[in-house]
């Protein structure tokens, strides 16, 4: 494959808070600043063809027709077998089918994860799928996974994220050598569950990989290691833990700066600072989160994402095609596994 | 026993980075705003003489010498086997003799609570004890544990994490009737761990507690439950990435009001507030770590507590005390196992 290609991107249209019209509009804004991006909108044909016309994107569009959105509350399994003819299941069809090279969708993120899996299994040599996001830290950004695919993991999975960690620190971020760390606590009355001290031992035997070793929760802002590992239990309370927090500090801020005339001034002053900042430090708001190790790439961009969000998953989606991520891994699996 | 009774309280005045003139300025504050309450303060006789008489606080104060000192690169099981004459196992021992009410230390978190657990032992009726603290929320305070004291949990520790948790709330915080939750991902994908799952199915039967069910990371922050459960690992990352987090926001923050001159400005205007702000949002930093479920109040002041920290501890302490804490989780799981 010769750089730059063309990259057919399928959109799922009607899955998100604000969608149809903010996943166009993101569309629209990645589009700006990648040529050779093509789309495949997957939704009502009626309101996808008014919003494309209205930002001129008809000429590198096409627009697929369905009938059925998978809504947040419909079970994974459900979606699986009776939204076959959705949006979501369309568009993951068509990565599939090899008709696109990705999907992004904001919708229900269990049925997205299921549907994808079944549909396009997992990479030769990939045990289970990981769903990673982009932490953002002091320094600049931290991969980690898995944020809640699985929930109980062995050595072999914590082995399969740091590779695909690490490819996509590598390819994606262009961090020449990640540093992966392992999640674990650092008291040391117990040094963190017996799975976690396989992994350690089995990372650290990897020539391929640069192990660090053990990371602490506070590590992981502070931009100490490149990609985090963990299981899908701790690592999805980590995101929601982190993305609460940001939200917490975000509303005492604005409380605080309502306590006085002088302090109202200062807010006037630094509130689009202050806009830009809960974007910045909440994770997963921003770029997504990446579907890894499935033979096709998925990005699920956040539910309440406006137009920004769905731009930056649909160029996360960009980048990881226009890299070779997944060709990447399955070359990196040989050589550990040769 | 009636209140207001005289409480004392051991302190480990050589534990903590600004240790011994942090704690001694803290139990200085403590004093201040407690009336009856009295100190024995174990470590260096003459360092803590000097800062005492400074404080005039030698007529409710009593010196224990200690030459040992537990740095926090020492092990906890040689801290309990070569540190016996460490100002933290004397302080320990004294509440374990009944000398002293409550012992309160800023020190090294392991070896604190193998000492306590080792010397105390756990009430009767709990099978190990757990590391509490306050996070803060929107509404006001959540109370959260276990926080590492325990990696793999069962549904009974789920339970008697539950039962500290609400008296916990009931006692210090007043809440009347404390919701308890337990925290899992909300993910339908997987429903968590199955140990969460048969922990879930233990609480919704228990009588005296009012399980609201599950709470995801997120929930937190937002103040949805008094109480949070969770097993150590996972409880002990989640505060460590609040911490994180929260640091990491109080940096870009900075930053962000550096930018130019308004913005300078602003933040000259605003930087107590953001002091302030950060001390609300950081959990652990203010209050300090309750380890519940032992024979004897225990708190652990963060290291790097200041005295404002210090004194706080001690309030906890002290407030655990009066309230009859432990004869009231007594008095509840004899409720629960009748």
Known sequence: MNNPREIIIAIDAMGGDLAPSAVINGAFQASKKIPKIKFIFFGN???????????NLLNISEIVHTNQIITNDVKPTDALKKFRKSSMFQAIDSVKS??????????????????STVLMKTINGI????IATMFPTKKSETVMLDLGANVDCDEKNFLDFAIMGKVFSK?????KKPKIGLLNIGSEILKGSEVVQLAAKRLSKEKN??????????DIPMG??????????TGNIALKIAEGTSELYTSYLKKTFND?????FAFIISLPVIKSLWNKVNPGKYNGAMFLGLNGIVVKSHGRSDADGFSNAISVAYDLCINNFNEKIISDIKKIFK
Do not use: C, Q
């Open 45 to 55: 044909k009626m309101k996808i063809t008014s919003l494309l016309k209205k930002k």
């Open 224 to 233: 100490i290691v490149d990609v985090v590992v963990t299981d899908g239990f």
């Open 171 to 175: 390819t994606v971020l262009g961090i």
């Open 260 to 264: 006085n005339l002088y302090s109202k």
């Open 209 to 218: 990989i640069d192990f660090h070793g053990f990371v602490e929760g506070n």
């Open 127 to 130: 045990n289970r799928p990981a």
């Open 98 to 115: 090899g008709v696109s090279n990705a999907i992004v969708s904001g919708g229900n993120t269990g049925a997205l994860m299921v549907i």
